[in-house]
């Protein structure tokens, strides 16, 4: 009899450890989850502004100068344009 | 003393009264009940209230914000996106600064000292000290560490592409909430919800357990526009040049797609920078193309002559006698300025005749006419669900007088937008049918729209507008090489107080190429004052470069040998106002 409630008290004394452990592991994964979020938002963020420097350097009017004035680009004449016909190509 | 064994005390021996054995267990029966009632009594019927205030002690609310969405255009630029800033602001009462901190922070917030001791000296409990600052200058704000001193996350819309999109984009508030274009046409779309959830957090403040959440948040949705980029900037860069050649007060440029009915590009001018709108004027703010109308004048003289061919009354040869140059109606009477004498139909609006138009539309009832404008789109609102919308002026056919109809064969006494015109030019760029436009792109373009004219009449007219750009026509200047155009000028006096006035609305709406049109651009040029003001010599060159620009853009391939037929320096033949 006593054996078998030393058992028991030593299953239940298991069983109440692995529930702590668990609870404890699952607050560190919640909070690793927690700071992966904050990275998602804060690339996102990031994405956002370098899509914005992206547009802004991008954009058509610098291009344009840039072309015209440093590269000395300017658009073709009609007679330099050549069309080739899709299909032969 | 002597002592004596617990086992031997006499007291022992002693007979106790038995009620008072009775009594002792009734008083312990009786606190037991009590306990039983009070654990009843915190545990069922109080236990909410207690869980409240237990669980307050250790969970928090924390709030979620949500980003409004993007606004791309067709090919996924970006066009208008919302990054966080900060905004820093005061309990004027907690902030009790030394001279030294409010210097710090002036530098930091580059703002005057003074202003910044004046908006804490407020008898107010919150005021905002600067709004939508970058987060890394918040960052050292914050590590000055100043009593009463908070920050807001905020978001800050910004626009790349500046006014180039001005009028198309609209803007957002210091809410983020839009206020004008697409931007307030959208808004729901585009609005994000915050929302909130339920934490516990730990001693050091880290969240350990996700308890609920309460309002998951609404992203704001990315919005995708019909706008191509490249072809905007087109727009908008010809459009200005020209507008600064020829000192006009403002202009307008609206690109369609003729299978689709999508928005390419729609740019307006004068303009402004949405990414600093300090010093604006309510000129800049007008979004001309969809807000403003105007008077046609001869781009109308088309549909005339394509309800004249639907009618059955003339075919395009049908001779029309223009001589001598002036039509009397009435008491009033119609001139063309350069008298060009018998006419074809088709040369009626090559030449853009006024008499011979105005002939056309008179052998035609008001009430046909009034139901052909109507069904072409003009006198109602596009509903696009653009904010500002209008309609123009198409009066009831019923009170038209003769004159009136007339005049409204070479579109004055009608006011129109210039995107309802582009609009209206699908049915010859199509065959005859009006398909729906879309500010948004379409992924799957409709087939068939709502049928105005036949096909057959709609091909006769795209062939007459071919020969207006032709030699003989009124806008050579509008060819393009390597492509077949088809257009037709517009030049109308401006009304000023219910008279025409000596000031002038230059237009030209056109499609190419003209043996399967794919765009339809429509220009307008208002108040054109160095010299030139005729609709061929203002806004054609306009649309030559737009649509010879974008067509080449698209990669849509010639129809025409790449020499142009006449060299553009000729001079077109005058069109009559």
Redesign the interface.
């Known amino acids: 009899m006593a054996r078998l409630n030393l058992i028991l008290v030593l299953i239940a004394l298991a069983c109440a450890l692995s529930a702590v452990s668990a609870n404890h592991r699952?607050?560190k994964l919640?909070?690793e989850l927690?700071a992966a979020q904050k990275r998602m938002r804060d690339l996102?963020?990031e994405w956002?502004?370098l899509?914005?420097e992206?547009?802004?350097l991008?954009?058509?009017?610098r291009v344009?100068k840039s072309a015209r004035e440093k590269l000395g680009m300017k658009p073709p004449g009609?007679?330099q344009?050549i069309?080739v016909d899709?299909a032969t190509r | 003393m002597k002592s004596i064994k617990f086992s031997r005390s006499p007291l022992l021996s002693e007979r106790l009264p038995p009620w008072r054995q009775r009594l002792v267990l009734v008083v312990l029966l009786g606190a037991f009940a009590a306990l039983i009632i009070r654990s009843l009594y915190l545990q069922g019927f109080n236990s909410e209230f207690l869980g409240d205030k237990g669980r307050a002690r250790f969970e928090r609310v924390l709030d979620i914000s949500a980003?409004r969405g993007?606004i791309t255009d067709r090919h996924g630029?970006?066009?208008a996106?919302?990054?966080?800033v900060r905004s820093i602001w005061a309990i004027p009462e907690d902030a009790q600064l030394t001279p030294a901190q409010v210097r710090n922070l002036a530098i930091l917030l580059e703002m005057d000292v003074r202003e910044i001791n004046r908006k804490l000296a407020a008898e107010r409990d919150f005021v905002y000290l600067k709004r939508q600052l970058p987060p890394d200058l918040a960052d050292r704000v914050s590590a000055l560490k100043l009593p009463g001193i908070h920050q807001k996350n905020e978001y800050r819309r910004?626009y790349?592409?500046?006014e180039?999109m001005a009028h198309m984009l609209g803007f957002t508030g210091v809410e983020d909430n839009g206020q004008e274009g697409i931007e307030l046409a959208f808004n729901s779309q585009l609005a994000g919800k915050p929302g909130s959830r339920r934490v516990i957090k730990d001693r050091r403040g880290?969240?350990?357990?996700?308890v609920e959440s309460i309002h998951p948040p609404l992203e704001g949705k990315d919005i995708v526009l019909a706008l191509d980029?490249?072809l905007q900037?087109l727009a908008y860069?010809h459009l200005k040049r020209s507008l600064e050649e020829n000192r006009a007060k403002a202009g307008g440029v609206v690109i369609l797609d003729a299978r689709s009915g999508e928005i390419l590009a729609l740019a307006n001018l004068p303009t402004y920078n949405p990414n600093n709108r300090v010093k604006l004027v309510g000129a800049q703010l007008r979004n001309r193309a969809l807000t403003d109308t105007f008077e046609p004048g001869s781009t109308l003289k088309p549909f005339t002559a394509a309800l004249a061919l639907e009618s059955g009354k003339v075919r395009f040869d049908t001779p029309v006698q223009t001589a001598p140059g002036k039509l009397t109606l009435g008491t009033a009477t119609i001139h063309d300025a350069h008298p060009h004498g018998m006419l074809t139909v088709a040369q009626v609006i090559q030449k853009s005749s006024n008499v011979g138009a105005a002939k056309l539309a008179l052998s035609m009832t008001p009430e046909q006419m009034w139901t052909m404008f109507d069904g072409v789109g003009f006198g109602t609102p596009l509903k696009l669900g653009f904010p500002g919308e209008v309609g123009g002026r198409l009066r009831p056919a019923k009170t038209w007088k003769p004159i009136e109809q007339a005049t409204m064969a070479y579109g004055h006494g009608i006011s129109v937008t210039l995107i309802q015109l582009a609009r209206a030019y699908q049915a010859f760029a199509r065959d005859g049918d009006l398909v729906p436009i879309s500010l948004a792109r379409i992924d799957t373009p409709p087939l068939n729209g709502k049928q105005v004219f036949s096909a057959q009449t709609a091909r006769e007219v795209r062939a007459m507008l071919e020969m207006a750009v032709l030699p003989g026509g009124t806008a050579p200047k509008a060819q393009i090489?390597?492509y077949r155009v088809a257009g037709k000028t517009g030049t109308a006096h401006k009304l000023e107080g219910g008279a025409y006035a000596n000031k002038y609305v230059a237009s030209f709406v056109g499609f190419a190429p003209a043996s399967d049109p794919r765009l339809i651009v429509a220009v307008m040029v208002d108040e054109p004052s160095n010299g030139k003001y005729y609709g061929g010599d203002v806004a054609a060159p306009v649309f030559a470069q737009v649509m010879g620009g974008s067509l080449r853009s698209l990669g849509v391939?010639?129809d025409a040998p790449?020499?142009?037929i006449v060299m553009t320096s000729a001079e077109p033949v005058r069109e009559e106002m």
């Open positions: 699952s607050r919640f909070t927690e996102d963020v956002g502004q899509q914005l992206q547009s802004t991008a954009a058509h009017v344009e009609p007679a344009i069309s899709a | 980003t993007r630029d970006v066009l996106v919302s990054t966080p910004y790349p592409a500046g180039v880290n969240v350990v357990e996700d980029s490249k900037y860069s090489p390597g391939a010639p790449a020499k142009p």
